[in-house]
């Protein structure tokens, strides 16, 4: 369980492999042990997301506390063919359904992740977004799973998926995504507010989930 020194948050490895066909070509750093790793998802990209030129998988690391990991360098962080190693801390405000408390998520179902570029000044203002509308009106949607959202903290590698601030919206294999519920919640005023208002374009990307593991 974290203390009250800790800062819980998450390392997002993107990871290049050599073998094409590998799915889990991601290893952890060493020193992950003493961040107290909760959950680890291995991700794989779609065709699409592949097509313009992210790297195929990932691996999110969901830690109890990132401060040992914020001292490692870009070469420990990304070993063993990882491109990007980005470390986060955690926004308070996420949700869960409360049917999956602790349980893993399945093999199939995706993530999607969103990353906003927002000015200094409207940086409040995108925190009462998701907090007063956007991760209530998202558990709404049919096959919806979970909602979090991270703070960069710091970052090495390409750079191409570093965004301050990123939420990663959970759900299952059959789901509502695209679908009125989905639709209403992107089209709403502040919605459309807190995208025209970014610096530049969300950063977005769906990811499937190949294999995640709870560790507590």
């Known amino acids: ?40 998802t291995h991700l794989v990209s779609n065709t699409e997301d592949a097509a313009l030129g992210y790297p195929r998988l990932g691996t999110l690391y969901e830690v109890e506390n990132i401060e040992p990991l914020l001292s490692l360098t870009a070469d420990e962080l990304n070993a063993d063919g990882a491109t990007d190693s980005l470390i986060y801390k955690t926004i308070k405000g996420g949700r869960e359904r409360p049917d999956l408390k602790s349980t893993p998520a399945i093999k199939g179902t995706f993530v999607i992740a969103v990353g906003i570029t927002p000015k200094p000044e409207n940086v409040e203002d995108l925190h009462e977004w998701y907090n007063q509308e956007h991760i209530d009106l998202l ?40 679908g009125p519920e989905f639709q209403y919640c992107v089209d709403t005023a502040w919605t459309k507010k807190v995208v025209s208002s970014a610096v530049k374009p969300n950063y977005r990307r769906k990811w499937e989930i190949v294999e995640q593991e709870v560790l507590s």
């Open 139 to 178: 558990s709404k949607v049919p096959g919806w799973r979970r909602s979090v959202r991270y703070e960069l903290v710091k970052a090495h590698g390409s750079g191409k998926a570093e965004t301050p601030f990123i939420a990663f919206h959970f759900y299952d294999k059959e789901n509502g995504v695209g």
């Open 1 to 40: 369980m974290a203390n009250k020194s800790s800062t819980p948050g998450i390392l997002l490895r993107h990871c290049a492999p050599k073998d094409p066909s590998a799915l889990t070509g991601d290893a952890a750093p060493a020193q992950l042990q003493g961040a107290r790793a909760t959950k680890i």
